[in-house]
């Protein structure tokens, strides 16, 4: 019975071929429904200064208040992304993952067509937000997983192969649990919110997501898109680099910019849920994933979720004089709206908007 309540929930994706193995044939053409004429055009920054805030955790626990909180606060205020260093996660559970990721994607097709996702949901192994036989796909295979909470995993998809990989997907997401947690209470004090009240929108049953993004080479890489435009539905999303091959990119100001990871940390993320209960305050960012031509990229990414069956509405503490910015909704139902259509920018969210911001 759990395993079909979680199943309802993950909103399911069209079946499309696997792109991993379409990579590896030698292909005269790229199939046209994977051909983005925009991504030709979109503008990339090439200005070596414009990077994503650098944030030590251990000198922001032990400023509480200071120089530290104000560049936190700017960093989750102006650019929505920083990257985390001095995180307290162990170096070996991160290589760990890293390794059984790129163990589990060098596995035979048929392999890992015994993780498939399953009619009605996105857990395992395939694609994500394809929801009509005629939308543009992207260049990107997928393997999800729900891990929290525990009662709502799909328990035929987590993986046997490599041995450890599941052992070390448990050590991993309970690691990252934990600093979602700490992380919340900064991000609270800076609101002027008391710590609980953030913190509770996820610490009861809270839901969380593993994700591993496969991106193969693709000769006409500036063709393809990785991963479509779009902001997150979390309240707080975590990405690490498997390998050295880059193509995050984020919209600042009209433009794409190039996130050149920092080693050993995470690229953090404000998430949909964070921009309503902040009023805006904080704002979700567009981010997309680009291919490169001759080499594969991989990442994983765990997004923070609230507790499935709570409102989710500005805090009053951050109101202001012109009121709420945002409608109060049941979080379940945006999920239900962010997943209905293909990924497209900030579309979910601008539909609980109250007006212009």
């Not at 060098?106 to 392999?111: F, G, I, S, V």
């Not at 993780?115 to 992207?138: D, N, W």
Request: glycine share 8%; with cysteine; proline share 6%.
């Amino acid at each position: 019975m759990e395993e079909k309540k979680a199943a309802g929930k993950d909103y399911g994706s069209i079946p499309v071929p696997n792109v991993q193995y379409l990579s590896m044939n030698e292909l005269k053409e790229i199939p046209s429904r994977y051909i983005h004429p925009k991504a030709e055009t979109d503008r990339v920054s090439i200005d070596k200064s414009r990077e994503i805030p650098v944030i030590d955790l251990q000198k922001l626990l032990h400023d509480q208040g200071g120089d530290q909180m104000a560049s936190f606060h700017k960093a989750c205020k102006d650019w929505g992304f920083f990257q985390l260093v001095n995180h307290g996660v162990e170096e070996g559970i991160i290589e760990k993952i890293k390794g059984d990721a790129e163990e589990f994607f060098r596995l035979p097709l048929e392999k890992k067509k015994a993780y498939a996702q399953q009619p009605g949901s996105v857990q395992g192994y395939g694609q994500a937000f394809v929801v009509s036989e005629e939308q543009k796909l992207e260049w990107c295979d997928l393997f999800g997983l729900r891990t929290f909470p525990i009662a709502e995993r799909l328990t035929k998809v987590w993986p046997t192969s490599p041995l450890s990989f599941s052992e070390t997907i448990e050590r991993y997401v309970e690691e990252l649990q934990k600093l979602t947690l700490c992380l919340l209470e900064l991000v609270a004090k800076n609101l002027g919110v008391e710590a609980d009240r953030l913190t509770n929108t996820c610490k009861q049953n809270g839901t969380q997501w593993f994700r591993i993004n496969y991106y193969p080479p693709c000769p006409q890489a500036d063709k393809v898109i990785g991963i479509s435009p779009h902001s997150d539905a979390s309240l707080i999303t975590f990405l690490i680099q498997v390998n050295e091959v880059e193509g995050l990119q984020i919209k600042k100001n009209g433009t794409w910019v190039p996130v050149k990871p920092v080693p050993g940390a995470f690229i953090v993320n404000i998430g949909d849920a964070i921009e309503i209960l902040s009023n805006g305050v904080y704002k979700s960012i567009e981010h997309r994933g680009t291919i490169n031509p001759e080499k594969e990229r991989m990442s994983i990414a765990v997004f923070q979720l609230p507790t499935s069956g709570i409102l989710v509405g500005p805090f009053e503490e951050v109101l202001g004089d012109s009121g709420a910015n945002y409608k109060t909704v049941d979080y379940d139902e945006y999920l239900k709206s962010y997943f209905a259509t293909k990924l497209d920018g900030k579309r979910a969210l601008d539909l609980v908007k109250l007006g212009e911001i």
